[in-house]
Structure formats: structure tokens, C-alpha cells
């Protein structure tokens, strides 16, 4: 030990003789290089006469040096050697048409470099007292006052040398610190400038480490060339004409169209085949520069149309626009795509489409490029219960006649919204047709708020010489709280082939998790071991005040649960506490960063003996945001009932009149709150389950059968598989035996089908040839198949697995095949 301690001495000592500079960590200072302000250049701009491809000090781009590390480890002025290579380019004297090609002085490259701190930007400047270069801080005085370092060390600039005419190098003396930006101005002359020469800039330096130093663009010469662009792409019914809206013409390089074409240059739209313009000079276009009507000379073909440039578009135009362009289906089919050609003299030319062949005369469509609107179901307008400021609007869906006369207004037609989605409000705009809010507000009372039903001859049948009916519909949506998933909107009619549009999508202001519990009857405090998750949506999401509740199928909670919230979220929990048989619990403090998790524990049951066996679900209420006081309340409740002057689930004043029925949908009693299936299975019930007794007869083959004297239709009749063997309905078998419906259960994700009687548990799942009780596993002669939707099972299985003894059938002499089974008959 002795020894160790005086090894570790000595190494000490000897480190304490070393230099300052012996510690000082290769790569403390870092820094990002990048280029800003890079320019695009036509062919033609870099060789105007005069400027033979020289970039000018007043417009080169900047190489900007930003320090992202400054940690000096030494105690010296750090000094760093900084080159910079150009590629196809050269550098200049400031704004001269001179090369530098010696080493530099004052005059040539002080005006180009330039170094900002927190305060400003500092310009190289000679210090005449130093003999050196520095940046000046007080540049409006004829004093020099240099910039200095956190360490007082003045900050110069010095060996400026051009050893060649594409590199330049200098030194950069003092210590940088983070965010300090140093800057080169690229002023300088293009060795090459034909298309797509790319000129670059690299960055090195044995000193600094650097980010993004290698080829650095900062100017690319383009070919000349135009952009063009559609609003809007059409659709079109063959051999019809549909009106393209504003074509949008602009340089694709340089500021204006004055760089891509001259007066007298011709620009031309040509249409592919199987399409034809309908334009002529009876039916012409209207051409906008920059928002003025203007009247160039104009020539129509059938698929062509030439547009001679005048002194009002080679002027200072940024975008000509192009509207009324009418394009017709000649001999295309469905599917083809029109596409028009635009080119300019001497430019490249642009395609693009405008228009889609469809085999239906009306079409709805939806912005593809908005994003589709996220809304919290189970709430109102309003967003009563939740902090969300969504206006609950839908994407704006478009209704368009492909051309005019389309749309047969002989023809009823209808707007449905998926089951359990509501219109709170609607806003119509319209060009042409005769419709309004009105009408949508009659024609979802007629379709009894599940969907619009608009009657035939609602508007006037359109010209054909007028424009094709538009209509734009935004709807203001609300939902049922067990919907989620996207809102799709779906058109149909006899004058229309059936369309789809998805305009918004509903998720739920909370997640519930939760597992089964296995529990026999204990009347009073009977626990539920196992807790219940809920999960807010979105942090901050549940106002304070919110009141939830939690129930169970036709079982009370007993004493008061808990609720804890988790550490993170900052949420707060009050009035926990159980009334009616329902757990209730208010939000006291919203959550912050994070979103909630609640936990719900110590759950107890008050449970009637004569229970039957089988699952029961648990249901999960936000009181506040359904407007209702209690669970009981929440389920009977009938949203078409209320007034625009109420205030409950899905109310909102809407209509001018407030004795007017609240413009949304009903059947809110058939609303769905369960949050877990089966959260309670009682595996032992209160009452006698030691046997059937009633008595079936099953004719195989047939769509019905008989228990006791009723007799039962089947979906699904009983019939001979593959393999000989005589497959039962399961469930049908088990309710007409006489156990509860609810007590036959189907899991579609796994395709299991569970019966709960008495103390068993039977399971089974398709395709498998086993089948479990209680746990167990026992083999089936046959596997589970499923017919039309329904399990089947081979029936000496399933009377096994039932508890079924008294079990007998019928043959077919002939064919020795089952023709009738019998369960619990003596014969």
C-alpha cells in the first residue's frame, strides 16, 4: 500500500512540471461552415456583356464560419490558420474584375471578411498604430478600437495570402467564443458558366474542427426555364369540356419573366393526344401579369394555343396567370390523364396536368395537401369538460358537376356520415347550384340526423351553356364518446357512381385499461383485485372541474375506490367517492408536461347472491363533457330532445330560433360506454347450474331448430364436414340450452369463442383441434371452423364440453350420414 501511495506522489509531482500547454485538448474549438445567400444564375445572366461571370461584393453570397465550441484549454492566444478553396471560380479584389494572384494587402480583401459577436458585425480594417489588421468596433470613428477576447487579447486577422487564385489562406488570432460567426464575403469570377456548372467553396483548417467544410454551393448557373402550376386537379366525363383553373406561369430561374423570354417570343400550351382546347376566339382566355388583365396577341388550335409575348409580359412580371382554359375529352378514355405542355422560346419546356377522365358526372373531392382535422369525441362544440380549442370543422369537401348538366337534378342523392358522427353545423358555398343551409338542415331532418337525404328537383337542371355547378360544404362535427377512428363522408345516388371522402378523424379524450377478474359471489365488500388505468389523451387536455364515473352491469361498487394520479403529470384528484353504485372522482388540478395516468385501486363490489354467472362490463363516464350529472343520467339520455337553449351532451346554440331542435343526431341511448368486457366474470353463480334440462332437436341441414316446443331460427344451420363429422352452431346450441347470451363471448382478434356457465370456462378458437375447460385442454375430433360468421364444433365435443350426457341421433340408412341430433332427449 506504502508503495502504490508513493508511485501515484511521483506521478503527481512530475505532471505539476509539465507546460500549461501540454493539457490544452486537441479540438477544443468547433465550428459550423455554411454558405448564405446562395444564388441561381441563367446561362445568359452570367454572360451578360460587361459581367463575364463575376459575382460583385454588393451580391456574392457569404461563407460564414459559426463557433459552436470555444473551450481554449491553453493559456496562450490561440492562433488557427484558416484556407479556403474555390472550385470554378476564382477570388477578386473587392468589387474589381481583377484576380488576386500575389500576396494580398489592405485594399484587397479587408472589405470582405467580417466577424460578429453578441453586439455586431465588425469589418476587417487596418490598425495603423499595430501594423496589423483588426475589426474595428467603433467603424464611424476615424479612431481604430479593435475587437478584443474574453481574455483582453486583440482579435486580428493576419499572413492574408493568395497562393493561388482559387485559395486564399489567413490566420485568425484570439480565442472565439460560442456563437461568434466569422465571415467571408465570395466575392469572385466564375471560370466556368454554362449549365449546371456548380462553383463550390471548401473550408479548412488544422485548428479548428469543422462541420459541413467540404464543397460548400454558392452559385449554380441553370438552363432557362419556366414553371407553370394548376390550382387544381379536374376531372372530366368523356367527350365532355371541363374549365381548368388558373394556369400559373413563372421563371423557374431569375427574378422575373423578363430573364426567360423577350418581346416577340412565343409562348405556347399544347394539349396530348385524345384531348382537344375548346377555346377559340368567341370563347377566349384571360391572361393575368401579376394580377392585371393584359390582352397579348393569342392564336387557337385544337390543341394548341400561342401566346405572343408583348412589352406587358417581358416587362418587370413575376407570374402570368392563365384562366378560363377549356379542355375537352375528345377520344379519351377513363383513366387518361390530360396534360399540357408549356413552353417559352429558348427555354426548357414544362409539363402538367390538369385534368383525369372519370366514368361519373360528379365528383367530390377534399384538399389532399390540408391535414385532416383531429376532434375529441364524446364532447360538444364547445369542448365543455376539455381544454381543446378545435372548432370541431371538418375538411371542406367539394360537390362538382365535371361539366355542366351533369348533375340530373331528377335524381335524389345523399351525404352519409359514419354511424355515431353528428353534424352540429354545416356552411354551404356555392357557384351556381340553388342550394343553402337550409336545405342541408331539411334534408338531415329527413334522413333523421344519420345522414342528408336530398329529394329529387331540389335545384334547377344546369345549362350546358353555363358553367359546371361547385359546391363547397364544411361541416361542424360532433361524436358519439365510444367513436374513434376516421370520419369517412360518402355520396351516392342514382345520378352518381358512390364516393368517398375521409374529412376528419375523432380520438378519445381518454384510454381505459383494465383486466378480467374471476370472482364468485360474496355479497358485501367483495374485492376486485386488480386496478383500473385511465389515460388522458394529450397533457393539460381535462379541464379542472371535469367529473368522471365508473359503473358496472347490474353490480354496485361498494366503498369508496382510490384514485392516484402519477408523479409526473402534475394532476390532482379530488371527491373521490362512491354514490349510487358508481365510483366518482373530479379533476382538481390539470396535468402540465406530461399527461395523466390515473390509477383506480381498491375497487369493492356489493353483489346480489342470485347473480347469474357470466361477465359483466365495466362502463367509463366523463360526466362533464357528456353534460350530465350521473351515469344513469348519461345513458338514457336522447340528444334529439334537447333545445338550443338546453345545455347537455351535444347541445350547441346553433339555429337563429331556440325552440328549433338541436341540429344533431339522436340515438344517443344506444351509445356504447363500455371501457372493458368482461371486467367481472362470475364463475360461480347464487343459483342451481347443475344441469340442463332443456330438450333440443336438431335436424342437420336445416335453418332452424327446437328447444323444448319453440322453435329457433339459425343463420347457420348444423351440417356434415370434410371429414364426416357433424359440426353443432356453438352458440346457438348454448343459449337455446339456456345459457345467457351475454355469457357466449367472441374475441375477433384472436377468434375465440368463451362460454361462461356455472363454474366453467370453455374456450375455443378456429382452426385449432383443442378446445379448453376450466384450463384444460382437450382434444376435439375435428377443429373449430367458422361458416357464415358462425363457430362451429363437432358435436360430440361441444356436449362434452357443455356437461351434455343424454346425447342421441339419427342416421340415414342409406348413406349412414347424421340427419337429426337430439340433446337431454330420452328415445
Same mark, same amino acid.
Given at each position: 500500500?506504502?508503495?502504490?501511495?508513493?508511485?501515484?506522489?511521483?506521478? +503527481?509531482?512530475?505532471?505539476?512540471?509539465?507546460?500549461?500547454?501540454?493539457?490544452?485538448?486537441?479540438?477544443?474549438?468547433?465550428?459550423?461552415?455554411?454558405?448564405?445567400?446562395?444564388?441561381?444564375?441563367?446561362?445568359?445572366?452570367?454572360?451578360?456583356?460587361?459581367?463575364?461571370?463575376?459575382?460583385?461584393?454588393?451580391?456574392?453570397?457569404?461563407?460564414?464560419?459559426?463557433?459552436?465550441?470555444?473551450?481554449?484549454?491553453?493559456?496562450?492566444?490561440?492562433?488557427?490558420?484558416?484556407?479556403?478553396?474555390?472550385?470554378?471560380?476564382?477570388?477578386?479584389?473587392?468589387?474589381?474584375?481583377?484576380?488576386?494572384?500575389?500576396?494580398?494587402?489592405?485594399?484587397?480583401?479587408?472589405?470582405?471578411?467580417?466577424?460578429?459577436?453578441?453586439?455586431?458585425?465588425?469589418?476587417?480594417? #487596418?490598425?495603423?498604430?499595430?501594423?496589423?489588421?483588426?475589426?474595428?468596433?467603433?467603424?464611424?470613428?476615424?479612431?481604430?478600437?479593435?475587437?478584443?477576447?474574453?481574455?483582453?487579447?486583440?482579435?486580428?486577422?493576419?499572413?492574408?495570402?493568395?497562393?493561388?487564385?482559387?485559395?486564399?489562406?489567413?490566420?485568425?488570432?484570439?480565442?472565439?467564443?460560442?456563437?461568434?460567426?466569422?465571415?467571408?464575403?465570395?466575392?469572385?469570377?466564375?471560370?466556368?458558366?454554362?449549365?449546371?456548372?456548380?462553383?463550390?467553396?471548401?473550408?479548412?483548417?488544422?485548428?479548428?474542427?469543422?462541420?459541413?467544410?467540404?464543397?460548400?454551393?454558392?452559385?449554380?448557373?441553370?438552363?432557362?426555364?419556366?414553371?407553370?402550376? !394548376?390550382?387544381?386537379?379536374?376531372?372530366?366525363?368523356?367527350?365532355?369540356?371541363?374549365?381548368?383553373?388558373?394556369?400559373?406561369?413563372?421563371?423557374?430561374?431569375?427574378?422575373?419573366?423578363?430573364?426567360?423570354?423577350?418581346?416577340?417570343?412565343?409562348?405556347?400550351?399544347?394539349?396530348?393526344?385524345?384531348?382537344?382546347?375548346?377555346?377559340?376566339?368567341?370563347?377566349?382566355?384571360?391572361?393575368?401579369?401579376?394580377?392585371?388583365?393584359?390582352?397579348?396577341?393569342?392564336?387557337?388550335?385544337?390543341?394548341?394555343?400561342?401566346?405572343?409575348?408583348?412589352?406587358?409580359?417581358?416587362?418587370?412580371?413575376?407570374?402570368?396567370?392563365?384562366?378560363?382554359?377549356?379542355?375537352?375529352?375528345?377520344?379519351?378514355?377513363?383513366?387518361?390523364?390530360?396534360?399540357?405542355?408549356?413552353?417559352?422560346?429558348?427555354?426548357?419546356?414544362?409539363?402538367?396536368?390538369?385534368?383525369?377522365?372519370?366514368?361519373?358526372?360528379?365528383?367530390?373531392?377534399?384538399?389532399?395537401?390540408?391535414?385532416?382535422?383531429?376532434?375529441?369525441?364524446?364532447?360538444? !362544440?364547445?369542448?365543455?369538460?376539455?381544454?381543446?380549442?378545435?372548432?370541431?370543422?371538418?375538411?371542406?369537401?367539394?360537390?362538382?358537376?365535371?361539366?355542366?348538366?351533369?348533375?340530373?337534378?331528377?335524381?335524389?342523392?345523399?351525404?352519409?356520415?359514419?354511424?355515431?358522427?353528428?353534424?352540429?353545423?354545416?356552411?354551404? +358555398?356555392?357557384?351556381?347550384?340553388?342550394?343553402?343551409?337550409?336545405?342541408?338542415?331539411?334534408?338531415?331532418?329527413?334522413?333523421?340526423?344519420?345522414?342528408?337525404?336530398?329529394?329529387?328537383?331540389?335545384?334547377?337542371?344546369?345549362?350546358?351553356?353555363?358553367?359546371?355547378?361547385?359546391?363547397?360544404?364544411?361541416?361542424?362535427? +360532433?361524436?358519439?364518446?365510444?367513436?374513434?377512428?376516421?370520419?369517412?363522408?360518402?355520396?351516392?345516388?342514382?345520378?352518381?357512381?358512390?364516393?368517398?371522402?375521409?374529412?376528419?378523424?375523432?380520438?378519445?379524450?381518454?384510454?381505459?385499461?383494465?383486466?378480467?377478474?374471476?370472482?364468485?359471489?360474496?355479497?358485501?365488500?367483495?374485492?376486485?383485485?386488480?386496478?383500473?388505468?385511465?389515460?388522458?389523451?394529450?397533457?393539460?387536455?381535462?379541464? #379542472?372541474?371535469?367529473?368522471?364515473?365508473?359503473?358496472?352491469?347490474?353490480?354496485?361498487?361498494?366503498?369508496?375506490?382510490?384514485?392516484?394520479?402519477?408523479?409526473?403529470?402534475?394532476?390532482?384528484?379530488?371527491?373521490?367517492?362512491?354514490?349510487?353504485?358508481?365510483?366518482?372522482?373530479?379533476?382538481?388540478?390539470?396535468?402540465?408536461?406530461?399527461?395523466?395516468?390515473?390509477?383506480?385501486?381498491?375497487?369493492?363490489?356489493?353483489?346480489?347472491?342470485?347473480?347469474?354467472?357470466?361477465?359483466?362490463?365495466?362502463?367509463?363516464?366523463?360526466?362533464?363533457?357528456?353534460?350530465?350529472?350521473?351515469?344513469?343520467?348519461?345513458?338514457?339520455?336522447?340528444?334529439?330532445?334537447?333545445?338550443?337553449?338546453?345545455?347537455?351532451?351535444?347541445?350547441?346554440?346553433?339555429?337563429?330560433?331556440?325552440?328549433?331542435?338541436?341540429?344533431?343526431?339522436?340515438?344517443?341511448?344506444?351509445?356504447?360506454?363500455?371501457?372493458?368486457?368482461?371486467?367481472?366474470?362470475?364463475?360461480?353463480?347464487?343459483?342451481?347450474?347443475?344441469?340442463?334440462?332443456?330438450?333440443?332437436?336438431?335436424?342437420?341441414?336445416?335453418?332452424?331448430?327446437?328447444?323444448?316446443?319453440?322453435?329457433?331460427?339459425?343463420?347457420?344451420?348444423?351440417?356434415?364436414?370434410?371429414?364426416?363429422?357433424?359440426?353443432?352452431?356453438?352458440?346457438?346450441?348454448?343459449?337455446?340450452?339456456?345459457?345467457?347470451?351475454?355469457?357466449?363471448?367472441?374475441?375477433?382478434?384472436?377468434?375465440? !369463442?368463451?362460454?361462461?356457465?356455472?363454474?366453467?370456462?370453455?374456450?375455443?378458437?378456429?382452426?385449432?383441434?383443442?378446445?379448453?375447460?376450466?384450463?384444460?385442454?382437450?382434444?376435439?375430433?375435428?377443429?373449430?371452423?367458422? !361458416?357464415?360468421?358462425?363457430?362451429?364444433?363437432?358435436?360430440?365435443?361441444?356436449?362434452?364440453?357443455?356437461?351434455?350426457?343424454?346425447?342421441?341421433?339419427?342416421?340415414?340408412?342409406?348413406?349412414?350420414?347424421?340427419?337429426?341430433?337430439?340433446?337431454?332427449?330420452?328415445?
Amino acid at each position: 500500500m506504502k508503495r502504490f501511495i508513493s508511485l501515484a506522489m511521483a506521478s +503527481v509531482m512530475a505532471a505539476s512540471l509539465l507546460p500549461a500547454t501540454a493539457f490544452a485538448a486537441t479540438g477544443d474549438v468547433k465550428a459550423t461552415a455554411k454558405v448564405i445567400g446562395a444564388e441561381n444564375y441563367t446561362e445568359g445572366e452570367m454572360n451578360q456583356k460587361g459581367s463575364e461571370g463575376i459575382i460583385a461584393q454588393k451580391d456574392a453570397p457569404e461563407l460564414q464560419l459559426t463557433f459552436t465550441t470555444a473551450d481554449y484549454a491553453s493559456s496562450s492566444v490561440p492562433e488557427a490558420e484558416i484556407e479556403l478553396t474555390l472550385d470554378k471560380a476564382d477570388f477578386l479584389q473587392n468589387d474589381s474584375e481583377t484576380v488576386v494572384s500575389s500576396k494580398t494587402t489592405e485594399d484587397d480583401l479587408t472589405g470582405l471578411i467580417y466577424l460578429k459577436d453578441d453586439d455586431g458585425t465588425y469589418a476587417l480594417t #487596418k490598425d495603423t498604430d499595430n501594423d496589423n489588421y483588426v475589426f474595428d468596433t467603433d467603424s464611424g470613428d476615424e479612431t481604430v478600437t479593435p475587437l478584443k477576447d474574453a481574455a483582453g487579447n486583440t482579435i486580428t486577422i493576419s499572413d492574408l495570402d493568395v497562393y493561388d487564385t482559387d485559395n486564399l489562406s489567413f490566420v485568425l488570432t484570439g480565442q472565439m467564443e460560442r456563437g461568434w460567426v466569422l465571415s467571408y464575403n465570395l466575392t469572385s469570377k466564375l471560370t466556368k458558366t454554362s449549365k449546371n456548372t456548380q462553383a463550390t467553396v471548401t473550408v479548412d483548417s488544422s485548428d479548428i474542427i469543422l462541420t459541413n467544410g467540404d464543397d460548400l454551393v454558392y452559385a449554380s448557373i441553370e438552363s432557362k426555364g419556366i414553371d407553370a402550376s !394548376v390550382k387544381k386537379l379536374k376531372d372530366v366525363a368523356v367527350e365532355e369540356v371541363v374549365t381548368i383553373e388558373d394556369l400559373k406561369i413563372e421563371p423557374s430561374v431569375g427574378a422575373n419573366m423578363e430573364a426567360v423570354v423577350d418581346e416577340g417570343d412565343e409562348i405556347t400550351l399544347k394539349l396530348n393526344s385524345g384531348f382537344e382546347f375548346a377555346n377559340n376566339d368567341n370563347n377566349k382566355i384571360t391572361i393575368k401579369a401579376d394580377g392585371t388583365t393584359i390582352t397579348p396577341e393569342v392564336e387557337y388550335e385544337d390543341d394548341e394555343i400561342v401566346i405572343t409575348v408583348d412589352g406587358d409580359i417581358s416587362a418587370d412580371v413575376d407570374t402570368l396567370t392563365i384562366s378560363g382554359i377549356k379542355v375537352e375529352a375528345t377520344s379519351a378514355k377513363e383513366g387518361a390523364t390530360a396534360t399540357i405542355k408549356v413552353s417559352a422560346s429558348g427555354n426548357d419546356s414544362v409539363s402538367i396536368e390538369v385534368a383525369t377522365v372519370v366514368d361519373y358526372a360528379v365528383s367530390m373531392s377534399v384538399d389532399e395537401d390540408e391535414d385532416v382535422p383531429v376532434i375529441y369525441s364524446g364532447v360538444d !362544440v364547445d369542448n365543455t369538460g376539455i381544454t381543446d380549442d378545435s372548432d370541431h370543422e371538418s375538411l371542406e369537401v367539394s360537390i362538382d358537376e365535371t361539366f355542366a348538366g351533369a348533375w340530373d337534378n331528377s335524381k335524389k342523392f345523399t351525404l352519409s356520415l359514419p354511424e355515431g358522427v353528428y353534424a352540429a353545423d354545416v356552411d354551404v +358555398v356555392v357557384d351556381g347550384i340553388d342550394l343553402d343551409r337550409e336545405d342541408f338542415i331539411d334534408a338531415y331532418d329527413n334522413g333523421e340526423y344519420e345522414y342528408f337525404e336530398f329529394d329529387k328537383r331540389i335545384f334547377e337542371e344546369n345549362d350546358s351553356d353555363n358553367d359546371p355547378y361547385e359546391m363547397d360544404v364544411t361541416f361542424t362535427l +360532433v361524436a358519439d364518446p365510444d367513436f374513434e377512428g376516421d370520419v369517412v363522408l360518402t355520396l351516392s345516388g342514382d345520378a352518381m357512381e358512390e364516393q368517398e371522402v375521409t374529412i376528419a378523424k375523432f380520438v378519445k379524450p381518454y384510454t381505459v385499461s383494465a383486466q378480467q377478474n374471476d370472482l364468485t359471489i360474496d355479497y358485501r365488500n367483495t374485492e376486485i383485485p386488480t386496478d383500473v388505468v385511465i389515460t388522458e389523451a394529450e397533457a393539460g387536455l381535462w379541464e #379542472k372541474g371535469t367529473e368522471f364515473a365508473l359503473t358496472l352491469d347490474k353490480i354496485d361498487f361498494d366503498d369508496d375506490a382510490s384514485v392516484t394520479a402519477d408523479d409526473k403529470s402534475g394532476m390532482e384528484i379530488k371527491d373521490v367517492k362512491t354514490k349510487d353504485g358508481e365510483i366518482r372522482f373530479t379533476v382538481d388540478s390539470e396535468s402540465d408536461d406530461e399527461p395523466a395516468t390515473l390509477t383506480v385501486s381498491d375497487l369493492t363490489l356489493y353483489m346480489d347472491r342470485n347473480l347469474p354467472a357470466g361477465a359483466y362490463d365495466l362502463n367509463m363516464y366523463a360526466l362533464d363533457m357528456l353534460g350530465v350529472d350521473s351515469a344513469e343520467k348519461a345513458e338514457d339520455f336522447d340528444g334529439s330532445d334537447y333545445k338550443a337553449a338546453d345545455k347537455g351532451y351535444l347541445t350547441q346554440t346553433l339555429l337563429a330560433d331556440e325552440d328549433t331542435t338541436v341540429f344533431v343526431g339522436d340515438e344517443s341511448d344506444d351509445i356504447d360506454y363500455t371501457a372493458k368486457t368482461g371486467f367481472v366474470n362470475i364463475v360461480t353463480a347464487g343459483s342451481d347450474t347443475t344441469g340442463f334440462t332443456t330438450k333440443l332437436t336438431v335436424p342437420i341441414g336445416e335453418n332452424y331448430l327446437i328447444a323444448g316446443e319453440t322453435k329457433v331460427e339459425l343463420d347457420a344451420p348444423a351440417y356434415i364436414n370434410a371429414e364426416g363429422y357433424t359440426m353443432l352452431p356453438v352458440r346457438a346450441i348454448s343459449t337455446s340450452l339456456g345459457i345467457d347470451n351475454n355469457n357466449v363471448l367472441w374475441d375477433q382478434a384472436t377468434k375465440t !369463442v368463451t362460454i361462461l356457465y356455472g363454474d366453467r370456462i370453455i374456450s375455443m378458437t378456429a382452426g385449432a383441434s383443442v378446445m379448453y375447460v376450466n384450463g384444460s385442454s382437450i382434444p376435439t375430433s375435428s377443429s373449430v371452423e367458422i !361458416v357464415n360468421d358462425r363457430t362451429f364444433l363437432p358435436m360430440r365435443d361441444l356436449a362434452t364440453a357443455l356437461g351434455v350426457t343424454d346425447l342421441t341421433w339419427d342416421t340415414d340408412p342409406t348413406t349412414g350420414k347424421t340427419t337429426t341430433v337430439y340433446m337431454n332427449v330420452n328415445r
